[in-house]
T-cell receptor, first 113, second 113 residues
Framework: NAGVTQTPKFQVLKTGQSMTLQCAQD?????MSWYRQDPGMGLRLIHY???????DQGEVPNGYNVSRSTTEDFPLRLLSAAPSQTSVYFC????????????FGPGTRLTVT | QQQVKQSPQSLIVQKGGISIINCAYE??????FPWYQQFPGKGPALLIA?????SEKKEGRFTISFNKSAKQFSLHIMDSQPGDSATYFC????????????FGTGTRLLVSP
């Protein structure tokens, strides 16, 4: 069991570029989510999915798109990168009730110049 | 709007001492309160969690104390060890289909040998 995997581990983008952060889980979890972590702000929910084909917005969705075509994969797309999107991005998955533990991936550190 | 306030921002404790981290929440609909531990370069991992029907939960050296009337909960680490040095996040969520975790801003704990 690899758990939750994320690629790439590090990425540098120029303002205006687009890219996709990959996330995959092999635990057959229905729920997946993306968070960003910024100093002094904790983790904030960007988007989440309650199953294949179903996604919804979290607290800070602007500038990001997601899709969920399979149970295993939940990519996060940055449409036009901005310096404000410099952050560490974490993908997480959870089985749901009654076990609410969220399993986090190792993160992607993104810098936008 | 910070719905979960965490303090202190950083904490230094001697080996063998007690580490205490506090959190306060505003939304009385929250009914799940986990603590996550994060080591540098890693994703957060669930440490311990509590629901508001109990006032205390203990797992090994880690204890959550919960005060529903004050809307506060805290993490106590007994006999703190250098290996406990990490960043700790409290969080809260409501009992809806997908548990949208609202995180505190984190506490960086350093246990000195």
């Amino acid at each position: 069991n690899a758990g939750v995997t994320q690629t790439p581990k590090f990425q540098v983008l120029k303002t205006g570029q687009s890219m996709t952060l990959q996330c995959a889980q092999d635990m057959n979890h229905e729920y997946m989510s993306w968070y960003r972590q910024d100093p002094g702000m904790g983790l904030r929910l960007i988007h989440y999915s309650v199953g294949a084909g179903i996604t919804d917005q979290g607290e800070v969705p602007n500038g990001y798109n997601v899709s969920r075509s399979t149970t295993e994969d939940f990519p996060l797309r940055l449409l036009s990168a901005a310096p404000s999107q410099t952050s560490v991005y974490f993908c997480a998955s959870t089985l749901g009730a009654p076990n609410y533990e969220q399993y986090f991936g190792p993160g992607t550190r993104l810098t936008v110049t | 709007q910070q719905q979960v306030k965490q303090s202190p921002q950083s904490l230094i404790v001697q080996k063998g001492g007690i580490s205490i981290i506090n959190c306060a929440y505003e939304n009385t609909a929250f009914d799940y309160f986990p603590w996550y531990q994060q080591f540098p370069g890693k994703g957060p991992a669930l440490l311990i969690a509590i629901r508001p029907d109990v006032s205390e939960k203990k797992e090994g050296r880690f204890t959550i104390s919960f005060n529903k009337s004050a809307k506060q909960f805290s993490l106590h680490i007994m006999d703190s060890q250098p290996g406990d040095s990490a960043t700790y996040f409290c969080a809260a969520s409501m009992n809806t289909g997908f548990q949208k975790l609202v995180f505190g801003t984190g506490t960086r704990l350093l246990v000195s040998p």
